[in-house]
């Protein structure tokens, strides 16, 4: 099976711009989490989708948002941005769905956004 | 609130020694726990996980964790290191049974020297 892919790898963008992260799941996987790391406040969870619905949110602000397509694709996109918002953004995914937990997350490779 | 210390940020070991590297979690339930291994510029590869049952668990690449509940931690060992381990990995606990939040430790940098 292809594991989790992330496009575009790397992205300059300038302030004031949005930018918009796409994740492709494992096959057959549902669950799509987004995590931003960054070297002062490491990896941190922004939301999770499950059937195209958020079911999960991090202590973000709203100019970070997300959508899961009916093929369980996501996009996150980040409005306005700002210089700390340069991170590496992954994208895990996972069956999704379990109701007793042991849901296990597969990481993409990331998206180094850079925000100059 | 759920948290996650691995309180070693930098280690060092020769290629062939033993390595373990800390984790402590501070969780009300049963807790979820993972190890994932970053190399530089790369995303994050699950290492072994613990869901329940027997509390040593094995994991790829030679690595094993054991979950000592009275001691809140989950140490990630592995009996001899080759150059090839070295990377930063992180420890992480899920928040609930099933929401996919992973709460991640401050990561341990490990430095493998000939």
């Known amino acids: 099976k292809a594991g989790v892919t992330q496009t575009p790898r790397y992205l300059i963008k300038t302030r004031g711009q949005q930018v918009t992260l796409s994740c492709s799941p494992i096959?057959?996987?549902?669950?799509v989490s987004w995590y931003q790391q960054t070297p002062g406040q490491g990896l941190q969870f922004l939301f999770e989708?499950?059937?195209?619905?958020?079911?999960n949110k991090g202590n973000f602000p709203g100019r970070f948002s997300g959508r899961q397509f009916s093929n369980s694709r996501s996009e996150m996109n980040v409005s306005t941005l700002e210089l700390g918002d340069s991170a590496l953004y992954l994208c895990?995914?996972?069956?999704?769905?379990?109701?007793?937990?042991?849901?296990?997350?597969?990481f993409g490779p990331g998206t180094r956004l850079t925000v100059l | 609130a759920q948290s996650v210390t691995q309180p070693d940020i930098h280690i060092t070991v020769s290629e062939g020694a033993s390595l373990e590297l800390r984790c402590n979690y501070s969780y009300g339930a049963t807790p979820y726990l993972f190890w994932y291994v970053q190399s530089p510029g790369q995303g994050l590869q699950l290492l072994l996980k613990y869901f329940s049952g027997d509390t040593l668990v094995q994991g790829i690449k030679g690595f094993e964790a054991e979950f000592k509940r009275s001691q809140s931690s989950f140490n990630l060992r592995k009996p001899s290191v080759h150059w090839s381990d070295a990377a930063e990995y992180f420890c992480a606990v899920d928040s609930q049974t099933g929401a996919n939040n992973l709460f991640f430790g401050t990561g341990t940098r490990l430095t493998v020297i000939p």
């Open positions: 989708y499950f059937s195209e619905t958020q079911r």
């Open positions: 895990a995914s996972s069956l999704g769905g379990s109701s007793g937990g042991s849901d296990t997350q597969y």
């Open positions: 096959s057959g996987h549902r669950s």
